[in-house]
């Protein structure tokens, strides 16, 4: 009886005990998978901001950069331009492979790629805006620097983007810190377009005058030439080229340093949790992988609503600095005209109709700046949903979300690299005069469309797309709570069998 009743006793305990623990336990969980502060959204959204400051300072201004101060024939720069971008494009799903396949460190799995590419990217960012001190190899210099920092950007964007997967398990707080992320990349792209085009604005070396098609270096009488060009295309008197050059590369160099804090500020500020228990599924080929993302239809409805209203934005941002400055002739005015610009459609319509004035410009740009985030940013807030909704239609398939994000960029990267080559190219074909303070009117024709006509056409193409995204809130609400369901039950079975083997 004596042993019956320490039975008894001993039930009546573990009972107890396996309630104060379940209590516990479900109290651990809560906070585990719950609140993240508001200094680790912070930190979590400022690691999203050098991809958008050197993306915008590329964007806006690399292509200007390669035909009037490093003085490359427009064609070459088309290939630099694309090649650049069509390898940015096959790295991603490279790396991101190479992630989902990365071992699991004490620091994670994401941000050991992220800070340990940090120092190679802001060297070679730094030698894509320094002009080599010859000509034969000057292609090949930039060619090489552009896509060594393309790559490892990749290296530390495509984690970076995966990483909204780990830091919480909460879907609320993802949304929050998605939120707080969309915030500072916006900011970013204003801070990437302020610093570069402000600082080089500052030493804008004049252009070449143009007589009958032939720049006044090449022959003519350059006295005469100059009479005639518009006033606005003069530039601060007493700046050479050479003082453009060291004005990119102080831009450059405050960009790096910006660069460095900000990963710096992501490493200390943002703990990776780790995956669920969930076995891992097996690593898969570039195909398999291709088959699985595009095989979801929302995957594939977002990614190709992404691919033309993020085209629009490219076309616009490849072009426009040329645009301000060549077509519409405020070559002292356009850095400022970019900071206020950045987004598209109805409000380019009146700046390319609307004859020359820097005013109507200003208001137009400002006007356009509403739509960016909506047109370029927010679809990154849509892709966590969708790989949500991939995990409640495919639960036996897990540890894919780097795929889903690195496939996600490489389609649009691709497709940028063909847009924004084919444009430059179009400006060779068109008769572009490097550093000119007039253009053939063939090449004002070519970028009025490039900026305006083409862009266009893409969002309403994209926006065409986005009427069929199947995933709306209530399908949204309904995968959060099946898949916080599926990690509580989860978390509760490996509590259970911890539990069972302490007693053993």
């Given at each position: 009886?004596?042993?019956?009743?320490?039975?008894?006793?001993?039930?009546?305990a573990?009972l107890?005990n396996?309630?104060v623990?379940?209590?516990?336990?479900?109290?651990?969980?809560?906070?585990?998978?719950?609140t993240?502060?508001?200094?680790?959204?912070?930190?979590?959204?400022v690691?999203?901001?050098p991809?958008?400051?050197?993306?915008?300072?590329?964007?806006?201004?690399?292509?200007?950069?390669?035909?009037?101060?490093?003085?490359?024939?427009p064609?070459?720069?088309s290939?630099?331009l694309?090649?650049?971008?069509?390898?940015?494009a096959?790295?991603?799903?490279?790396v991101?492979f190479?992630?989902?396949?990365?071992?699991?460190?004490?620091?994670?799995?994401?941000?050991?790629?992220?800070?340990?590419?940090?120092?190679?990217?802001?060297?070679?960012?730094?030698?894509?805006w320094?002009?080599?001190?010859?000509?034969?190899?000057?292609?090949?210099w930039?060619?090489v620097?552009?896509?060594?920092?393309?790559?490892?950007?990749?290296?530390?964007?495509?984690?970076?983007?995966s990483?909204t997967?780990?830091?919480?398990?909460d879907?609320k707080e993802?949304?929050?810190a998605?939120?707080?992320r969309?915030?500072?990349?916006v900011?970013?792209?204003?801070?990437?377009?302020?610093?570069?085009?402000?600082?080089?604005?500052?030493?804008n070396a004049?252009?070449?005058p143009?007589?009958?098609?032939?720049?006044?270096?090449?022959g003519?009488?350059?006295s005469?030439v100059?009479l005639?060009?518009p006033?606005?295309?003069s530039s601060?008197?007493g700046?050479?080229l050479?003082?453009?050059?060291?004005?990119?590369?102080?831009?450059?160099?405050?960009?790096?340093?910006?660069?460095?804090?900000?990963?710096i500020?992501?490493?200390f500020?943002?703990?990776?949790?780790?995956?669920?228990?969930?076995?891992?599924?097996?690593?898969?080929s570039?195909?398999?992988?291709?088959?699985?993302?595009?095989?979801?239809?929302?995957?594939?409805?977002?990614?190709?609503g992404?691919?033309?209203?993020?085209?629009?934005?490219?076309?616009?941002?490849?072009?426009?600095?040329?645009f301000?400055s060549?077509?519409?002739?405020?070559?002292d005015?356009?850095?400022?005209i970019?900071?206020?610009?950045?987004?598209?459609v109805?409000?380019?319509i009146?700046?390319?109709?609307?004859?020359?004035s820097?005013?109507?410009?200003?208001?137009?740009?400002?006007?356009?700046?509403?739509?960016?985030?909506?047109?370029?940013?927010l679809?990154?807030?849509?892709?966590?949903?969708?790989?949500?909704?991939?995990?409640?239609?495919n639960?036996d398939s897990?540890?894919?979300?780097?795929?889903f994000?690195?496939?996600?960029?490489f389609?649009?990267k691709?497709?940028?690299?063909?847009?924004?080559?084919v444009?430059?190219?179009?400006?060779d074909?068109?008769g572009?005069?490097?550093r000119?303070?007039?253009?053939p009117?063939?090449?004002?024709?070519?970028?009025r469309l490039?900026?305006s006509?083409?862009?266009?056409a893409?969002?309403l193409v994209?926006?065409?797309?986005?009427r069929?995204?199947?995933?709306?809130?209530?399908?949204?609400?309904?995968?959060?709570?099946l898949?916080?369901e599926?990690?509580?039950q989860e978390a509760?079975s490996?509590?259970?069998?911890t539990e069972?083997a302490?007693m053993?």
């Open positions: 009886m004596a042993k019956g009743e320490g039975v008894e006793q001993y039930s009546n573990s107890l396996k309630t623990n379940s209590d516990g336990i479900e109290l651990a969980r809560k906070r585990e998978r719950g993240l502060s508001i200094c680790n959204k912070l930190c979590y959204a690691g999203g901001a991809y958008q400051i050197t993306g915008c300072a590329l964007g806006f201004f690399l292509q200007i950069y390669l035909l009037d101060v490093a003085q490359l024939d064609f070459y720069a290939i630099i694309f090649v650049g971008r069509a390898w940015d096959v790295t991603d799903p490279t991101g190479l992630v989902s396949r990365s071992p699991w460190t004490r620091f994670g799995r994401m941000l050991p790629w992220i800070i340990l590419s940090t120092p190679l990217a802001v060297v070679c960012y730094f030698l894509i320094y002009v080599p001190p010859f000509e034969d190899g000057k292609v090949i930039y060619l620097f552009y896509c060594l920092f393309q790559t490892l950007q990749t290296c530390f964007h495509v984690p970076y983007s990483l997967m780990f830091i919480t398990s879907q993802r949304d929050s998605t939120a707080y969309m915030t500072i990349e900011l970013g792209t204003v801070i990437g377009t302020a610093i570069q085009g402000q600082i080089v604005g500052m030493a004049p252009c070449v143009v007589l009958n098609g032939v720049p006044a270096e090449l003519g009488n350059a005469s100059l005639s060009q006033e606005s295309n601060i008197p700046i050479s050479d003082d453009t050059k060291n004005a990119y590369m102080i831009a450059s160099g405050i960009i790096c340093g910006i660069y460095i804090l900000c990963a500020v992501l490493f500020g943002v703990r990776e949790k780790k995956e669920s228990c969930r076995p891992r599924s097996e690593p898969m570039f195909f398999q992988g291709m088959k699985l993302v595009m095989g979801h239809g929302p995957y594939a409805k977002l990614v190709m992404f691919l033309f209203t993020s085209l629009a934005f490219m076309l616009l941002e490849g072009n426009f600095a040329l301000c060549s077509t519409l002739g405020f070559r005015d356009f850095q400022n970019l900071l206020v610009i950045m987004s598209v109805p409000f380019m009146m700046v390319v109709c609307v004859k020359s820097l005013i109507v410009t200003y208001i137009v740009a400002f006007a356009a700046g509403v739509g960016v985030a909506a047109a370029f940013l679809p990154w807030s849509m892709l966590p949903d969708v790989v949500d909704d991939f995990q409640v239609a639960p897990v540890g894919h979300e780097a795929i994000y690195s496939f996600y960029v389609f649009t691709f497709a940028s690299g063909v847009s924004l080559g444009s430059t190219l179009s400006l074909f068109a572009y005069i490097t000119g303070c007039s253009q009117a063939e090449v004002d024709l070519t970028l490039l900026v006509a083409a862009p266009i893409l969002i994209g926006l065409l797309i986005f069929s995204y199947p995933i709306d809130e209530e399908r949204r609400q309904g995968n959060r709570k898949l916080q599926l990690r509580d509760e490996e509590s259970d069998s069972l302490n053993a």
